[in-house]
């Protein structure tokens, strides 16, 4: 774990590290002007030419054949216990038993490919079980039948995978959805759900889908990019990991503000490994993501009101009830919601150190957006004291972006210190400070502080985290 700075590493002289983390010697002093033609979307795999197109065709149209062959003779109830191997081989001889019957040749390279689709299809989710398997893929994307992309290292590409038709798909999305219990159809025309695996799904289907049912799935990574990880990639300094490891283990209240898909959940994870193992901690989350090492930890996970509209227990209700459950500290997994009227109470009474996300693009429109957010509770309160209660329950705001070139960056660590009349005061301590871009459209900069030294380092001083004065002074890029 990231102790650099840590009381009991006190042993190791603490060396700075000023070396900015993308190289900027080198870089071009300003980005170019030249107008850069957009870059094409190219299929991962496109099928080269006709001739390919139709024998995937003709696969295909093999494929369900056999498939519905297949769940006419393979006895359903017995599936569930069979074996992975005996599974596969009865598949193998039914599925060669059928391709004799109407005389269909296929090479070996075909037949393995089949066999493999099918146990997919019969077992698994069809087309995209390729994709969740793919360990580089973050996410996956089908908008209707024909198309599926993924990112992978945050960028889009349009695989060659597809789905027979749209029946096809709706039935993997009824797949899905039926094992949690939930339904959709055109009444009901979209759904979340999770992944046996734990990965987080959403579909929508037709006529609310204009051009076939849309799946968004966020693949659940069994290995959280923990904060080392993160500095290798260049997602933060190593400096600003001190900062952060003072930060939490000092419990500050935090935010992570972000985009979507920007990294926040990733961000909070990570942060959490700050938190002393002593502690309890309690965890609400729409979607349970967040992989928690300590020892002592309650999750929790809403639910949304079922297809009678019944039975809702919404993130407010898992908050208040977290309250009576003596949290040493509350992580909550998004606040969108009335719930951040009982957030930041609890980071206002005691459950100092808890944690939580929100959906914004800068620190201050991230208060803006609690702001909005309490407006929207129903909170009958002046502006001035909705602003005091927040800058008194807020400590820090941690900025993470997904920038034009994929990369997923920590690009500000705000501190919120007071209020000067009727506006939250605030004051940026390190930001990413882009300098350029690279023929490839790579981003190039530097992190650095920006000279202000923390409001708060009084307070790591004397819990032991002694933060060296040069940690606040800007690196020169
Ligand atoms: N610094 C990083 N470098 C590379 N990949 C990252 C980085 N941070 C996050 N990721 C990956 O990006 C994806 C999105 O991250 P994450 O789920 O944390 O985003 P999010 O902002 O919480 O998204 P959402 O808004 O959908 O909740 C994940 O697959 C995660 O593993
Ligand atoms: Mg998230």
Redesign the pocket.
Known sequence: MFSRYKKDAKANPVQAKTAPVAPTAAAPAAESVTLRKPVKLERAKASASDKDRKRKERLAEIKLELHRELLDNLNLAALEKASEADLRSEITSISTEVLQERAIVLNRQERDQLFKELYNEVTGLGPLETLLQDDSV??ILVNGPQQIFV?R??KLELTDITFKDEKHLLRIIDKIVSAVGRRVDESNPYVDARLADGS?FNAMVPPIAVDGSLVSI??F?KD??GIDD?VN???FSEEMAAYLQAAVATRLNVIVS????????????ALSSFIDNAERILTIEDTA?LQLQQTHVGRMESRPPNVEGKGEVSPRDCLKNALRMRPDRIIVG?TRGEEVIDMLQAMNTGHDGSMT?I?ANSARDGVSRLENMIAMAGIEMPLKAVRSQISSAVNLIVQ?S?LQDG???MTSITEITGMEGDVISMQEIFRFQRTGLTPENKIIGHYTATGVRSHFSERFRMWGYDLPAHIYEPTVG
Request: proline share 0%.
């Open positions: 973050n996410d990112e290292s945050g987080r966020r693949k990574k959280k990019l993160l990639f260049g997602a972000g985009g979507t898909g920007s990294g926040k959940t990733t961000t909070l994870n993501e998004e996300t959906h993470a997904r990369s997923r960056r």
